[in-house]
């Protein structure tokens, strides 16, 4: 069966610093991956997603990035943290079928200080 | 653009009591629809799916969903619930590129 790997599951850095959560999926091949960040409150926001080796899409503007590096492994990054990017960040896979649903992860807590 | 709204930020309930959380969706053509629900802490975890055929749809911990086309809506009920199903419950609806669009979740508070 499919599993889906965040670490760390929590992390606690200081305004200014980088940042590199890593998203890893075993059990498929050529996996739709992605990368939400919920802030306190509740909503998801979608950050990035990707539909193959190097190919990434970004939602919206923000000091982040995403890469993808092998067929199954995502990687959320920064070189500067901001208080904002404080969250809670999860990553999702699926399918490439239309209607496939999402498979997430079970998220980072990010804490900047 | 499509959109989803969960039409309760809060749902208290006693146990054993049933409940229903609301769900309405924006479209114009075919959706799929999804429940999930986040539990402390925790990432998502899928309840149910609608993707075609019978407009009601069972998922686990005994829960149940139904599109609605004409009312463009896809709402989740449970007869019963229980302390356990205390959590945030979101819907989804997947567009043409295959992302999901999130509702802004509903938390359920079952009380004893």
């Known amino acids: 069966s499919q599993t889906i790997h965040q670490w760390p599951a929590t992390l606690v850095q200081p305004v200014g610093s980088p940042l590199s959560l890593e998203c890893t999926v075993e059990g498929t091949s050529n996996p739709n991956l992605y990368w939400y960040r919920q802030a306190a409150g509740r909503g998801l926001q979608l950050l990035f997603y990707?539909?193959?080796?190097?190919?990434i899409s970004s939602e919206v503007p923000q000091n982040l990035s995403a890469s993808r590096p092998q067929d199954r492994q995502f990687i959320l990054s920064s070189k500067k943290l901001l208080l904002s990017d404080s969250g809670f960040y999860l990553c999702?896979?699926?399918?490439?079928?239309?209607?496939?649903?999402?498979?997430f992860g079970d998220g980072t807590r990010l804490s900047i200080l | 653009a499509q959109s989803v709204t969960q039409l309760d930020s809060q749902v208290p309930v006693f146990e054993e009591a049933p409940v229903e959380l609301r769900c309405n969706y924006s479209?114009?053509?075919?959706?799929?629809l999804f429940w999930y629900v986040q539990y402390p802490n925790q990432g998502l975890q899928l309840l149910l799916k609608?993707?075609?055929?019978?407009?009601l749809v069972k998922g686990i911990n005994g829960f149940e969903a139904e599109f609605n086309k004409s009312q463009t809506s896809f709402h989740l009920r449970k007869p019963s619930v229980h302390i356990s199903d205390t959590a945030e419950y979101f819907c989804a609806v997947k567009v043409a590129t295959g992302k999901l669009i999130f509702g802004q979740g509903t938390t359920l508070q079952v009380k004893p």
């Open positions: 990707s539909v193959g080796i190097g190919q």
């Open positions: 999702a896979w699926s399918g490439g079928g239309g209607n496939q649903p999402q498979h």
């Open positions: 609608y993707l075609s055929g019978s407009t």
């Open positions: 479209s114009s053509v075919s959706v799929y």
